[in-house]
């Protein structure tokens, strides 16, 4: 299928495709350089008086790993989607601006001989998160290995989890980051792929018989029968019980909404998700009232001034910088005052990109960041919505919606609309575990975007339709 | 069939969804970012005005005159530290210390003062498009330092409070606590602590701002209020008398069993007393019964219309005057007849804070209309342009008419021939002085506080005045004269 170009003048080596141009995509990424450069001045400006770049090399490289991943894209020949990288480009490098301008000794690692900061770090992994998400945007071209294993993704996932649960160490009351020598990683960052994977598989091949066959419980309230509500109680358990005993309240809400979204797609019924955010809304408040850590976490996000030394600290800080930027921002390289050193808000790489870019840039800056997530999930979505088939559909749907509702779940927390949760600010914030679980994400939705991939081979019947033979059914 | 659709055709819903989630996140960054921008961002605690309070030159602070109350210095090390006046003006004015925060004017316009926010909101908001500041803008304030220093002089040695404002504008000219403090001391880094320390240790309290933080038992200057709460409900007329008196002067009356009496029986006999003459010769049996026919519900609006209930829009952080504890049965929360009776002539579980009691002789100075008081009246950037802070209402508190029968009422309790005895030394010479004393008991075997407030002239008045005396005796003894002593003065400089 790779080389059906009969009528092309002459491929370069037989068996690859022929380059297709990507001209938009070019443009938008002269626009997201250019944007980044003046961002650059700015802060150099800033910092020295004199209009220069504030961190020209950390520009160009970033600059140069676009232009590899552009070109690669367009070496592949094949019609991806044009505005996804730049999108993700976008928020990459506010990121990369970001982590350039907080105090480099936030985080320092020893690589070799170098020394290595919170900017150079950040880049780094942009430039990993790149190579990542061009090998996946050109490399992937079947589901298959996907679909067929998808219990084989769950079990790896579920795993992952456990592993983390037992011997997962505990930073800020979350026992979240998992250390196998020299590495530490959040895993819940790569669990909500794998999960996406699996309920886009589970839904696409179970949603007829979810959607059609009802027991009813109570006059128009209907439920699929026990068998297939199974796995959807499995995952409420897997959600609250990542609440209880990870304490990561983010991630459960992230896996749980985008769980239920999918649902929704897969069976169009409306009362299955009431019921899911139903059932969700009681298994917190039971949480709540059994469990301190949850009651603070609630008490906190209502009145964080009752204990602004406290337990309130980081998120009145943040509200502060936001308020500080006011409509404009004070200037990249002019706000976040720092105290005895140190920026107010501890987690600020990881948790308060937001505050950050909302003091520095205004609330035009978080606008604009909110845009850009607006955008990447519209791209996914429209891949979604024309999509062949339900499984690649409810896939780029899923990734999509990681993606934009963690970034609603995280600037939720910020802008103290939700509790706030120690999750990251997806391609924004730092982080190793998150730019590559995003990363993928933004890798797969780009493969999936392209229309003249391989025709599927036909799915198998449903897995329950085989083990029964319903009358009726193929024979 | 539900499912027969596929999911991409439900794909929009979830978008729709989203999107709303996104302008749900959009609405609250302009309410963190430009609704609540200006409080936060200017607030002491505020990360940056912290940071800016240790390089900044912060503006001075000027009294009415121009005369300075605050201004800048520094230290060898290159870090500015402020310096104060006088100690007279320390409470209104604050300290600024590096160790020990802020306080007063200092801390309520910290954000101008260290140039943090510019005089306008246009250049606030795009502040990163201008030079920046820096120094900080100057305050320029109501106070008068000269009759600052008089009214401590006059307090002397004892715990006190002096509140005397223009009615017509809410100009706070005067607002005295005794005893006062040393803030230059404090804002000094090489005395500050051991400043600081001894202040918190006293007994005395010199840091607690008496005029705004103080609440007292007010007695008979609250008669006032009742006068007020009864003309304007209605419930009692300049000409109403009570069958009542004199018969009950002489035994006292019983209200549910409780005995409100008097001390004006030996001379006024078996006159009648209505409002004016009450009010003269500080009745509290016509005024307990005048509360009574005004009733809790009345007489708590009306307190409130006067600034009661709530802290006191005001540039600094005021207490609560209160009439009652609250909770109780009765309209306005009053527990029973008895409390509603003795709160009428301002004893009861009324307190108010002597700033709420200049506020009252203001109201009545000013035709019955309130202006909110101030401190802070212009701030004036370095190339000397000035940006006005202008005067504001509370509203209107009493109709005219009714207002004019207590100027009148007021006037008699100064002028009138028993009213002397009440107010000796009230009276400015020369001049149409009106006022009302205030003895406020205490239980227990200590001296009553004395209570003055009072307005002047009485036909066209320009200065509102209260004045307190921590156990200073009768109102007559120890308030009235040091309240004379200060109209006079501010009338003479006029």
């Not at chain 1, 499984?391 to 779940?409: C, E, P, T, Y």
């Not at chain 2, 006059?154 to 509140?163: C, E, P």
């Not at chain 2, 202006?371 to 005067?391: F, K, N």
Request: hydrophobic share 50%; charged share 15%; glycine share 12%.
């Amino acid at each position: 299928m790779t080389g059906r170009v009969a009528d092309a003048p002459a491929p370069a080596l037989p068996g690859f495709p022929r380059p297709r141009a990507r001209r938009r995509e070019l443009g938008l990424l002269v626009a997201v350089v250019v944007a980044l450069a003046i961002g650059s001045l700015s802060l150099g400006l800033f910092r020295t008086g004199r209009p220069e770049l504030a961190d020209p090399q950390g520009l160009l490289l970033f600059a140069a790993g676009l232009l590899v991943a552009h070109v690669a894209l367009v070496v592949s020949g094949r019609r991806l989607d044009e505005v996804l990288l730049p999108a993700a480009a976008f928020l990459g490098g506010i990121g990369l601006l970001v982590m350039e301008r907080l105090p480099q000794d936030l985080v320092v690692q020893e690589l070799g001989p170098w020394t290595l900061g919170l900017g150079d770090l950040q880049l780094l992994w942009l430039g990993v998160a790149l190579a990542v998400a061009t090998t996946i945007a050109v490399v992937y071209r079947s589901d298959r290995w996907l679909r067929l294993y998808k219990y084989t993704w769950a079990a790896a996932g579920l795993l992952l989890l456990a592993l983390t649960f037992v011997f997962g160490s505990e930073v800020n009351g979350s026992r979240l980051t998992l250390e196998i020598g020299p590495f530490a990683g959040q895993p819940s960052e790569l669990l909500k792929v794998i999960l996406v994977v699996f309920f886009a598989a589970y839904l696409a091949e179970n949603r007829v018989l979810l959607a059609d066959a009802r027991v009813r419980v109570v006059g128009p309230l209907t439920v699929p029968p026990l068998a297939y509500l199974a796995p959807i109680g499995a995952m409420l358990a897997l959600a609250l019980g990542i609440v209880v005993i990870q304490r990561d309240l983010g991630a459960a809400l992230l896996f749980y909404a985008v769980f239920l979204a999918l649902l929704f797609l897969a069976t169009g019924r409306l009362t299955d998700m009431i019921l899911g955010l139903l059932l969700f809304a009681v298994g917190f408040l039971v949480l709540a009232a059994l469990f301190p850590h949850v009651q603070e976490r609630i008490a906190t996000w209502l009145d964080p001034w009752s204990d602004p030394l406290g337990s309130g600290y980081q998120l009145i800080q943040a509200l502060h910088a936001f308020a500080r930027g006011g409509l404009v921002g004070v200037g990249l390289g002019a706000g976040l005052p720092e105290i005895a050193g140190r920026p107010p808000i501890p987690a600020i790489h990881t948790d308060f990109p937001l505050a950050a870019i909302g003091e520095e840039m205004g609330m035009t800056g978080v606008l604009a960041v909110l845009a850009a997530y607006l955008v990447l999930v519209e791209r996914g979505l429209r891949i979604a919505s024309s999509s062949r088939d339900d499984f690649r559909a409810l896939l780029a749907a899923g990734l999509s919606l990681v993606i934009g509702v963690q970034a609603a779940i995280i600037a939720g927390g910020n802008l103290k609309l939700i509790p706030l949760t120690g999750i990251t600010l997806p391609l924004v914030s730092y982080g190793g575990s998150s730019m590559l679980a995003n990363a993928i994400v933004v890798g797969l939705l780009l493969a999936l975007s392209d229309r003249g991939a391989a025709p599927l081979a036909p799915p198998r019947p449903p897995r329950l339709a085989r083990l029964r033979r319903r009358p009726g059914g193929t024979p | 069939m539900t499912a027969g659709r596929g999911p991409g055709r439900r794909v929009p819903a979830v978008a729709v969804a989203l999107v709303l989630a996104f302008g749900i996140i959009a609405a609250g960054s302009s309410y963190w970012q430009v609704i609540r921008a200006d409080e936060l961002a200017s607030s002491p605690t505020d990360a940056a005005m912290l940071a800016a309070a240790r390089t900044v030159v912060r503006g001075k602070i000027l009294d009415r005159d121009g005369r300075t109350l605050a201004s800048s210095r520094r230290a060898e090390d290159g870090t500015p530290y402020r310096v104060y006046a006088d100690a007279a003006v320390s409470h209104p004015v604050g300290y600024a210390a590096q160790l020990y925060g802020s306080a007063g004017l200092e801390r309520a316009y910290a954000a101008e003062l260290t140039g943090a926010r510019g005089s306008d909101p246009i250049s606030r908001a795009f502040a990163k498009f201008l030079p920046p500041l820096d120094r900080g803008l100057d305050l320029r304030t109501s106070l008068s330092l000269a009759h600052q220093r008089l009214a401590v002089s006059l307090l002397g040695n004892d715990r006190g409070a002096v509140v005397m404002l223009d009615p017509r504008t809410g100009e706070v000219l005067v607002m005295a606590s005794t005893p006062t403090f040393d803030a230059s001391g404090i804002a000094n880094p090489a005395t500050s602590r051991q400043t600081f320390e001894s202040l918190r240790e006293d007994e005395a309290s010199p840091l607690l701002d008496r005029a705004t933080l103080g609440r007292y038992v007010p007695g008979s200057v609250f008669k006032i209020v009742t006068a007020i709460a009864g003309l304007g409900s209605g419930s009692v007329s300049p000409a109403t008398t009570y069958p009542e008196q004199p018969g009950a002067e002489e035994d006292g009356l019983v209200v549910s069993g409780y005995t409100i009496k008097d001390g004006h029986h030996p001379f006024t006999g078996d006159e009648e007393l209505d409002l004016l003459s009450a009010t003269e010769v500080s009745c509290n049996i016509w005024y307990a019964l005048a509360g009574l026919d005004t009733g809790g519900a009345n007489l708590d609006a009306f307190a409130r219309r006067l600034g009661f209930g709530e802290p006191l829009p005001f540039d600094l952080p005021t207490a609560t005057s209160q009439l009652t504890n609250g909770g109780g049965p009765l309209p306005g929360g009053f527990q029973d007849d008895v409390e509603l009776a003795n709160a009428a002539y301002g004893q009861g579980e009324v307190l108010a804070t002597p700033l709420q009691m200049a506020l009252v002789a203001a109201a009545v100075a000013n035709g019955g209309e309130l202006m909110a008081p101030r401190l802070a009246t212009a701030l004036v950037d370095r190339q000397g342009r000035a940006t006005s802070i202008e005067p504001r209402s509370m509203g209107r508190v009493l109709d005219p008419a009714s207002n004019a029968a207590i100027v009148a009422a007021m006037t008699l309790a100064v002028e009138g021939e028993w009213g002397q005895l009440f107010t000796e030394g009230a009276k400015v010479p020369g001049v149409p002085t009106a006022g009302k004393s205030g003895t406020a008991q205490l239980g227990g075997s200590g001296e009553p506080h004395s209570w003055f407030i009072g307005f002047a002239p009485a036909d066209a008045p320009t200065v509102a005045i209260a004045v307190i005396v921590e156990q200073g005796g009768r109102g007559g003894e120890r308030a009235s004269p040091l309240a004379g002593r200060m109209l006079r003065a501010w009338l003479e400089a006029q």
